[in-house]
């Protein structure tokens, strides 16, 4: 997985996004279009063989993966590259673009 910090780029606003019913994992997740957004009580587990570009707005905490862990915190975003299985961990809000 190459995981890389990047420039924070313009997001949808959280209103717009299609939320389910049901908490996923115990967050709050919404879809719009190739975007998700996740509020999340402590961990939520994404998987992907593409690039996933994820821009936090609330919270902090770190990204878990195989082989390591990074830390983040609100207002920085990321570009992660055929990550696979990783973790979003802490108490947070988030945006994940997916390409």
């Not at 967050?27 to 190739?34: D, F, L, P, S």
């Not at 993966?65 to 696979?84: H, I, K, Q």
């Amino acid at each position: 997985m190459k995981l890389e910090k990047i420039q924070t780029a313009a997001t949808p606003a959280e209103e717009e996004f299609t939320f389910g019913d049901a908490p996923v994992q115990g967050a709050r997740v919404g879809k719009k279009g190739e975007w998700l957004f996740v509020r999340s009580p402590r961990r939520y587990k994404l998987f992907t063989d593409g690039t996933d570009e994820v821009t936090f707005t609330e919270g902090g905490g770190h990204f878990k993966w195989a082989r390591g862990e990074r830390d983040f915190a609100a207002g920085e975003s990321y570009r992660l590259e055929s990550p696979g299985e990783y973790e979003v961990n802490g108490k947070c809000a988030f945006f994940v673009r997916r390409t």
